[in-house]
């Protein structure tokens, strides 16, 4: 009576197949927003609404027609500039379309 091993067995051939349904990558999705307005809220009290130029690999992005919004204790103050160069490290979230004014009640 010897001592027997157990032998994997190959896993079944599985191909490969393509989704129907898109999958976006998040440098797509920035650069489907190319053109449109787009609503940033950075690290700290700021958020900006602008339309969206163009951005490189870094977010860092050139948004037009801007409002910034600052929340402080005394309350909102909105600024507007024409154009700004948005670094993009101090980004922590983008909305397509969005707008912090147009908040549904």
Known sequence: QGVQFATARAPPAVMATVSATPSYLPMALVDKCIGSRIWVVMKGDKELVGTL????????????????????AAG???TKLDTILLNGNNITMMVPGGDPDNKEE
Do not use: A, H, I
Request: hydrophobic share 40%.
């Open 76 to 78: 909102k103050q909105v």
């Open 53 to 72: 130029r163009g951005f490189d690999d870094f977010v860092n992005m050139v948004l037009d027609d801007v409002s910034e919004y600052t929340f402080t």
